[in-house]
């Protein structure tokens, strides 16, 4: 079974319009880290924001804010006021057994290309 | 200078050739990766190496050898590929092998004609 879900495989947005991209994950350990990486065209992959399933808050990084639903097992990330340099594609990672001290790598969904129209 | 830097970008090699990938990284990190990602497909880790020893290996068939010398340094070095293995080759680092985000570098882009 997958892991990581991502089931939009493409997304458009207008300019300074928020945007939620979507994810839902498997998981029967109760601890476990939740990531989002985007990917521009250039090949890089750049860490956006971290989530732990202990977290009692969404995690926020400036524009970026994930939306932690953790009965639903959803991570949704949430882009406010777009940007034509947000268009890329988006990936939603997990690790589980971040608490153990042996936790596995790292499992990425298949992404959302995110396009931003001016 | 950027934190995880792969050369070559892009690599165009023949089914016999022998080539190699080379990832270096400058943030002090005692772990590196080494993912695969093809089109329309998620990420397949391919090897990760702590502090230059191997402590995973996907399943990745022998045609890919990575070598760790050091802990700043990775290469995946290639011999026989089949058209299957073009894809974009990402290299990766992190503070350790359990614990915090990855650090990415830009890829390597191979075609194996």
């Known amino acids: 079974a997958q892991k990581i879900t991502q089931t939009q495989p493409g997304m458009f947005v207008q300019e300074k319009e928020a945007v939620t991209l979507d994810c839902t994950y498997d998981?029967?350990?109760?601890?476990?880290?939740l990531f989002w990486y985007k990917q521009p065209s250039s090949g890089e992959m750049i860490f956006l924001i971290y989530?732990?399933?202990?977290?009692?808050q969404n995690a926020t990084e400036g524009r970026y804010s994930l939306n932690f639903q953790k009965a639903r097992k959803s991570a949704n990330l949430v882009i406010s006021a777009s940007q034509l340099g947000d268009s890329a594609m988006y990936f939603c990672a997990m690790r589980e057994g971040v608490s153990s001290g042996s936790a596995r790598q790292l499992t990425f969904g298949s992404g959302t290309q995110l396009t931003v129209l001016p | 200078e950027t934190g995880v830097t792969q050369t070559p970008r892009h690599l165009v090699m023949g089914m016999t050739n022998k080539k190699s990938l080379k990832c270096e990284q400058h943030l002090g990190h005692n772990a590196m990766y080494w993912y695969k990602q093809s089109a329309k497909k998620p990420l397949e880790l391919m090897f990760v190496?702590?502090?230059?020893?191997?402590?995973e290996n996907n399943s990745v068939p022998s045609r890919f050898s990575p070598e760790c010398p050091n802990s700043s340094h990775l290469f995946l070095h290639l011999h026989t590929l089949q058209p299957e293995d073009s894809a974009l080759y990402l290299c990766?680092?992190?503070?350790?092998?359990?614990?915090?985000?990855?650090?990415f570098g830009e890829g390597s882009r191979l075609t194996v004609l």
């Open positions: 190496y702590s502090l230059e020893e191997r402590v």
């Open positions: 998981t029967s350990d109760p601890s476990y880290g």
């Open positions: 989530q732990g399933s202990y977290d009692q």
């Open positions: 990766a680092s992190s503070q350790g092998i359990h614990t915090g985000e990855l650090f």
